[in-house]
T-cell receptor, first 113, second 111 residues
Framework: DAKTTQPPSMDCAEGRAANLPCNHS???????VYWYRQIHSQGPQYIIH???NNETNEMASLIITEDRKSSTLILPHATLRDTAVYYC??????????????FGKGITLSVRP | DAGITQSPRHKVTETGTPVTLRCHQT?????MYWYRQDPGHGLRLIHY???????DKGEVSDGYSVSRSKTEDFLLTLESATSSQTSVYFC??????????FGPGTRLTVL
């Protein structure tokens, strides 16, 4: 699986958009970009995933560059409850036994009041 | 909610004792996973299962065994616990084909 690079931490003000970057310059053509987050002491939580096109759901938006070498997770109106570690993961298409996730260290987002 | 539970949620044990952690799911998902999480290492895959009696090793499988005798239960066993196995253990299932849903975790302390 391709490796991802994320800055170790960032912060943003409550109510503002949080833009979390991720570099995945070695991504292959069929690999997806996934985002998970982990709030302190809880299990990781799926947020969103995409292949080429930008994606949006009730939690966040995912912007993938045209060359697919980087992406940005956008939380449009961050709240204090969004304070967590966010993991950007690249993985091949769901192939059953090879569907395991490889977590890096993620980026710690701190939302300040 | 994938109806995934882990038991026990907390356990303290002594070095050399056997320990079994249980992951239970109620929605008949085929794929199940055990991860451990330690400071400085993030989440690391221990073992996974792709069906009853079908299991495979992850990146940190030494010292652990698993069993899946029925779809709903995936057991992780530490045959002889060591202090290096003190960790938080998460179980996960594959939901909707591509999304992994994680359980609440088990905090294990080996003295």
């Amino acid at each position: 699986d391709a490796k991802t690079t994320q800055p170790p931490s960032m912060d943003c003000a409550e109510g503002r958009a949080a833009n979390l970057p991720c570099n995945h310059s070695t991504i292959s053509g069929n690999e997806y970009v996934y985002w998970y987050r982990q709030i302190h002491s809880q299990g990781p939580q799926y947020i969103i995933h995409g292949l080429k096109n930008n994606e949006t759901n009730e939690m966040a938006s995912l912007i993938i560059t045209e060359d697919r070498k980087s992406s940005t997770l956008i939380l449009p109106h961050a709240t204090l409850r969004d304070t967590a570690v966010y993991y950007c993961i690249v993985r091949p298409p769901y192939t059953g036994a090879n569907s395991k996730l490889t977590f890096g260290k993620g980026i710690t987002l701190s939302v300040r009041p | 909610d994938a109806g995934i539970t882990q038991s026990p949620r907390h356990k303290v044990t002594e070095t050399g004792t056997p320990v079994t952690l249980r992951c239970h799911q109620t929605e008949n998902h085929r794929y199940m996973y055990w991860y451990r999480q330690d400071p400085g290492h993030g989440l690391r895959l221990i073992h996974y299962s792709y069906g009853v009696k079908d299991t495979d090793k992850g990146e940190v499988s030494d010292g652990y065994s698993v069993s899946r005798s029925k779809t709903e239960d995936f057991l992780l066993t530490l045959e002889s616990a060591t202090s290096s196995q003190t960790s938080v253990y998460f179980c996960a299932i594959n939901q909707r084909g591509n999304e992994q849903f994680f359980g609440p975790g088990t905090r294990l302390t080996v003295l």
